[in-house]
């Protein structure tokens, strides 16, 4: 499982500190490592800013496992100050009842999809394509701690960098940048990028 590091810094501008009564979904993500091992990734997303969370990866998501990733995931909303009033779902047999109950104790409504009606999850959904096609199909991916690595490096990708069209080109944890209307500036302009996951992710700025 993914755990957060202590003394983890407040979270961005955009957070759910900041936004009252949000809404969040979960899935899981099916992947197979090199090692021939069958991986189950649980995933939370909220709605309104974006922001996304990683909350594990195990080969074996027994009833114990996703207790701990939800009561994981309920004191880190806590931490953030996130008001969440609902979960969205699907009726994965993965998810306990007591993933329910833990979720009720936080004043946390699960809301479950219909059955096999996708696009009633249809951002959580965007999600998992985004994180097959920009991560888990490009990554030979050796074993399940590798996979945790890749994870973590995507997950501060997706809140920290990647633009959101939706956020109007802002990340869900970083403000869009300030727009260069110097014409001085444009033709002079120099971007840095870093390279993420031996160049899998890009990460460009501009240079001081």
Known sequence: MIRRPSGRPPHGPTSC?????????????ETVTLN????????????????????????HPSATWVTQAIQNLVMDLDDAGCRARFLLRDRDGKCPAIMDEILAEADIKTV??????????????????????????????????HLRHALRE????????????????????RPAPDPITDPGRIIDLNIRRRDRLGGVLHEYSHAA
């Open 112 to 145: 479950l999809t219909g059955i096999r009606m996708p696009r009633m999850n249809s951002i959580m959904e965007r999600w998992v394509q985004s994180c097959r096609r920009e991560l888990l199909d490009r990554c030979l991916l050796w074993n399940e701690r």
């Open 17 to 29: 500190a900041r936004k009252a009564d949000a809404l969040l979904a979960c899935d899981f993500i």
């Open 154 to 173: 995507y997950e501060h990708f997706y809140n920290q960098h990647r633009a959101h069209q939706t956020l109007n080109q802002a990340a869900p944890l």
């Open 36 to 59: 021939g091992q069958r991986q189950y990734i649980l995933a939370v997303i909220e709605h309104t800013a974006r922001r996304v969370r990683v909350l594990g990866t195990t080969a």
